[in-house]
């Protein structure tokens, strides 16, 4: 059962927790009567899988996710049977680990070119000419 994040990470079956619930939704009585909503829980903090500066950058992106104890919680209900939902936990918690994980590239800003700086400035001298024309003079 252990989660393949991507190809350096693979989170392992034992710090992982599973707790099963009757989930609402489509099912009727099936629904009511089988524990089919599954809460996925990882404790990043204590993970032995991840280095120092994967586990800062996880609770960093992370941290409206992680509760007090240093647990990311996945729970998914959504489908009528206990390992659809199990499948699609592990794949939405593979995807929120994964996606914490990617670097976002810098963003280079792109210099002005030099028509559009004049054009630029010459909209600042038109408006503050404009701006001019509506004081008063005082003559004295």
Known sequence: MSIRVNRSLVIPDDELELAF??????????????????ELTWNVENSRVLGPRQRERILRKLAGRIDGSGSL?????????????????????ADIVAGALRSTKRRIPTKRSASANEARLAGKKHRSQKKARRRIIVDE
């Open 73 to 93: 919680r996945v729970q998914s209900g959504r489908r009528r049977s206990q390992l659809r939902n199990r499948e699609e936990a592990e794949a939405r918690l």
């Open 21 to 38: 619930s009757a989930s609402g939704g489509p099912g009727g009585q099936h629904a009511n009567r089988s524990a089919t909503r599954v």
